[in-house]
């Protein structure tokens, strides 16, 4: 197996709602299984990407959202084993538990610091003990496990310096790749070999028909007018919106159906896959290219996401996953090396900086500008035009400007994430 399909087959993880309240539950469960008698007291400190992207976020199977009630539903009835999937088994009973923890002020969730890689302290006081489970660098990544002030656990390995932004200690795999040598394998990496990226188109479909069903996607319903009251219609565009955003509202309304992740982000996953999907059906390609596309949309999309960290002030989805498909879809209509390279530039040129105020309804429209940027991007690079590299933030090869995207976001964003947070704040 080629390196690069097994980086694409080991990020790609089902999600159920939006990561982070997932993965603050799992932390807390995590740290629960370490302690015997009833719960007192729940703590999560986190960095301020995580702090804000569950902040107002809704929590499948509950009425409530937030960092205090996924805190709260950990301690009470998540499942540590399944991982992002933690709450996918939760009752209308323990929701209402764990909205009497938090009533109860048993339960708090503070900001630790304003850093774009992922950290969460959990701890979790009993009658009888207190642990703490510390996650790093990704969404489930736990590096140690503390229980009476005694560690019980470390990782082998642990990932230093990304807590504070520092210098990481080696190379990305993915960014020892140039965009050459990626579009080289994209074209002969046997199609066998990457059909496991079928999962995710029909995950990320079942999640839009939840949303549609549930009456709560406003977003999905409309798009969906517009698409004349089709899934797929004979308009690429407005189908691509529908079926990628309306996935999107449904995940961040926290529905009870997963979405496929790329980079630890389900929205990540669905920008960069459904508006190929849709493209493709409108328009009757093999499932082949659809495949070869998403393949390409996926590794884009990390390789920006490697330098702008995994939780940032900028939108990730829109920027690094709409960049991402906007060259699945260049590929998809014929688009050559160059075409893509200039895909690049334009994406870069045009929507680097959009912000991100955490996962809630605003994705879908988010979404919705990542789209139409992606698909204007693309048409112009297919007729040869595009932002040159003297722009902007632009770079001389397309791993530079790839690279400047990232360093916008972080460390480039870091007062911006700051003055997000205060916001939410202010806002209580």
């Known amino acids: 197996m080629e390196e690069l399909t097994r980086l694409i087959r080991e990020d790609m993880k089902p999600a159920l709602g939006v990561t982070e309240p997932g993965a603050i539950a799992f932390a807390v469960a995590s740290a629960k299984k370490h302690t015997s ?33 996924a805190a709260a539903l950990g301690a009470v ?37 304003i850093g774009s890689e992922i ?14 489970v510390r996650i790093r660098g990704s969404h489930t990544n736990i590096t140690e496990i503390e229980k009476n002030g005694a560690r019980i656990w470390s990782a082998e390995e642990t990932v230093r310096g990304k807590a504070r932004g520092e210098e990481r200690e080696e190379v990305p795999k993915i960014h020892k790749y140039t965009l050459h040598e990626i579009f080289t394998y994209i074209k002969k990496v046997p199609e ?18 939840e949303g549609l069903e549930s009456g709560r996607a406003v977003i999905a319903g409309q798009l969906l007018r517009e698409n004349g009251g089709e899934r797929i219609s004979g308009d690429c565009l407005k189908t691509a919106q529908l079926l990628c955003n309306g996935a999107i509202e449904a995940r961040v309304l926290g529905l009870s159906r ?47 996401k490697e330098y702008s960290g995994k939780l940032s002030a900028f939108c990730g989805c829109g920027i690094a996953a709409g960049t991402g498909m906007a060259c699945g879809l260049a590929f998809m209509k014929g ?30 429209m988010k979404g919705i500008v990542a789209v139409d940027a992606a698909f204007r991007a693309v048409d112009l690079a ?47």
């Open 119 to 132: 950290t969460i302290d959990a701890v979790v006081e009993t009658e009888q003990d207190t642990c703490t």
């Open 382 to 428: 297919l007729q040869g035009v595009s932002i040159e590299e003297i722009h902007g933030i632009n770079g001389r090869t397309p791993e530079d400007t790839m690279r400047y995207m990232g360093l916008i976001a972080s460390p480039g964003m870091t007062g911006t994430e700051k003055t997000i947070v205060e916001i939410m704040e202010q806002k209580g």
């Open 258 to 304: 997963p979405a496929m992740s790329i980079t630890g982000s389900g929205a990540h996953g669905i920008i960069a896959t459904m508006p190929l999907y849709a493209c493709q059906q409108v328009e009757e390609l093999p499932e082949e290219m659809l495949l070869r596309a998403a393949a390409l949309s996926y590794l884009i999309t990390m390789y920006i």
């Open 335 to 364: 688009g050559d090396e160059k075409a893509i390279e200039r895909v690049i530039r334009n994406m870069a040129s045009g929507l680097t900086g959009m912000i991100c105020d955490g996962g809630n309804h605003g994705c879908a």
């Open 37 to 69: 008698g009833e719960v007192k007291h729940v703590k999560v400190a986190l960095n301020s990407g995580m702090y804000k992207n569950a902040f107002t976020c809704g929590i499948p199977g509950s009425a409530r959202f937030g960092n205090l009630y």
């Open 192 to 209: 066998e070999e990457i059909r496991f990226i079928q999962e995710a188109f029909s995950m990320n479909l079942e999640l839009l028909e």
């Open 77 to 113: 009835a998540a499942n540590a084993d399944k991982g992002l999937q933690s709450l996918e088994d939760i009752t209308r009973e323990d929701d209402e538990q764990a909205a009497r923890m938090v009533e109860q002020g048993m339960v708090e969730a503070v900001l630790d610091h």
